[in-house]
């Protein structure tokens, strides 16, 4: 398992990847009773499965509903997704903290550079109030990382923000802003700026705060507000141990060992062709201790060059019809997991 793990951060080409998955395929189907029960009840068990594209993805719901777990031991803790009130919220139980801070750490070193190059401010209010958030555990461990000490989370305190990213540029320290986007539009409201040594992250949505907007016209805005020429994303989420990111143009690009395939909406097991929206489904290797093969709820399409763009969220008569090929399986899935 050790080994297996090793392997995982050490990949270095496609064949490596299908390897992989393939192991991880097995431990997970043998280990994992929620993935088991859904491969078994898809007619997708281990000795039908050969290579990966014959892999099922579990539907991300079930991480609402079930304890999705590839290990018997008490979990270390658990990340739970933000949603609003009225949504029920799912859990990604964690048996080893430390393959998380492996994947976000290799992942961020990957496409931008060591932690410790950058003063790393967060405005994250609605992340830190509703606690146990993988964001927060993520931006804390890159803050601790980092060797500037005006890193830091600053929730509410726009002042304090300006005056940070002011001094920064004055003294030519590479900075990272991560933001969400209520949290940055409130900051670019009250102040303006010409920021040249400063890389602007959005991470997520208005969370109820303000009128929600396209990625492109809060880009839009964002890049007038900070005078960047672009506003950098990261695409995560309480059920994955990884990361993709985006420099610019909203186009993801993810490490590694993670791996992002479009299925069709009105299909869940037929690819999209290049260019083409579909669901968003992600093999995601660092879930090693949970599922690694997850079919989201977002809308996206791949490009030619391996990036992907994230288009939102599937409305409910989307995700349904994608999930009609499932129904039959979804009667007989036991509850009691």
């Not at 903290?97 to 405005?123: H, N, P, W």
């Not at 992250?201 to 880009?219: D, I, V, Y």
């Not at 660092?286 to 490009?303: H, V, Y």
């Amino acid at each position: 398992m050790d080994d297996l793990r090793e392997r995982i951060f050490a990949i270095r080409c496609e064949s490596e990847f299908e390897t992989l998955c393939m192991e991880v395929f097995h431990l997970q189907y043998h280990n994992n009773k929620v993935y088991k029960q859904w491969c078994d009840l898809l007619g997708k068990n281990a000795d039908v499965v050969k290579c990966i594209d014959d892999i099922p993805f579990l539907p991300i719901g079930f991480f609402r509903t079930h304890k999705v777990v590839a290990f018997s031991e008490e979990p270390a803790g658990f990340f739970r997704s933000s949603g609003t009130t009225s949504e029920s919220k799912s859990t990604h139980w964690i048996r080893d903290f430390g393959i998380y801070e492996r994947s976000f750490t290799l992942a961020f070193e990957q496409f931008f550079s060591k932690a410790e190059d950058y003063c790393i401010v967060a405005m994250l209010p609605h992340y830190q109030q509703q606690g146990n958030s993988s964001l927060i555990y993520m931006i804390e461990g890159l803050i601790k990382q980092s060797s500037y000490s005006a890193s830091g989370f600053y929730p509410f305190d726009l002042e304090k923000v300006r005056d940070v990213l002011t001094e920064n540029e004055k003294n030519g320290t590479p900075t990272i802003l991560f933001g969400v986007s209520y949290a940055l539009l409130d900051l670019a409201e009250r102040y303006s700026f010409d920021l040249k040594h400063t890389l602007v992250f959005e991470t997520g949505g208005m969370k109820g705060r303000r009128k929600e907007m396209s990625k492109k016209e809060l880009h839009s805005v964002l890049c007038k507000a900070f005078g960047v020429k672009s506003i950098a994303s990261e695409y995560g989420m309480c059920e994955l141990f990884s990361q993709a990111y985006s420099k610019s143009e909203g186009v993801f690009y993810s490490p590694s060992w993670l791996k992002v395939v479009i299925r069709e909406t009105t299909d869940p097991f037929e690819n999209c062709p290049l260019g083409k929206t579909g669901i968003i489904n992600l093999i995601d290797l660092a879930n090693i201790d949970t599922c690694s093969f997850i079919a989201s709820e977002d809308l996206g399409r791949m490009q030619s060059d391996g990036g992907f763009e994230v288009l939102g969220r599937a409305d409910k008569s989307v995700v349904k019809g994608c999930n009609l090929m499932y129904e039959q399986a979804i009667e007989g899935f036991s509850s009691t997991l």
